[in-house]
């Protein structure tokens, strides 16, 4: 099972910019995904991306702000996440298995453990 780590959250002022990685431990031909979970709210899905990164697919909430984009030579997923909103202020998790475009978080089998994202008004 392959092993991911997130990194580059933080804390952002509503309308700035950061942006997520995805390192996996080895190379990989599985689609992945970014979700996230708000306190108190279940984990939803953000954006996935295709095994081989031609094909990308986004939640309504965040399509046209963020982009999702892999370097399979790096094992490294990538979120850039631009405009910002308080309402983006989340735990952002990587995942590994599932389908990109039909999103169930019971399909993807391997999870990182997550990094904050907090956008302040």
């Known amino acids: 099972q392959v092993q991911l780590v997130e990194s580059g959250g933080g804390l952002v002022q509503a309308g700035g910019s950061l942006r997520l990685s995805c390192a996996a431990s080895q190379r990989t031909n599985y689609h992945m995904a970014w979700f996230r979970q708000a306190p108190g709210k279940e984990r939803e899905f953000v954006a996935g991306i295709s095994w081989g990164g031609s094909a990308t697919h986004y939640a309504d909430s965040v399509k046209g702000r963020f982009t999702i984009s892999r370097d399979n030579a790096k094992n490294t997923v990538y979120l850039q996440m631009n405009s910002l909103k308080p309402e983006d202020t989340a735990v952002y998790y990587c995942?590994?298995?599932?389908?990109?475009?039909?999103?169930?978080?019971?399909?993807?089998?391997?999870w990182g453990q997550g990094t904050q994202v907090t956008v302040s008004s």
């Open positions: 995942a590994a298995g599932g389908n990109y475009r039909v999103p169930l978080l019971a399909d993807f089998g391997s």
